[in-house]
């Protein structure tokens, strides 16, 4: 993914996941990648893709179920 430098990159990573979701790459129920995994996939910082899992849960996209 080429990012824009007038957006936050986090941002730019979140919308991609949601136009994922949207088109039926990313399915209801479906794992998501782990933050490590995340960040090799999308070249960003682990911290970053901390932020972008916050971010999508904060807006009811995704939550986080733990074992």
Not at 14 to 43: C, Q
Request: charged content about 25%; cysteine-free; overall charge positive.
């Amino acid at each position: 993914m080429k990012f824009n430098t007038a957006a936050p990159i986090y941002q730019q990573v979140v919308a991609d996941l949601k136009k994922k979701i949207v088109n039926g790459t990313i399915h209801p129920g479906d794992k998501l990648p782990s933050g490590r995994d995340l960040a090799v996939e999308y070249k960003i910082n682990p911290n970053t893709s901390s932020r972008v899992y916050a971010q999508l849960e904060d807006e009811g996209i995704t939550y986080t179920k733990r074992g």
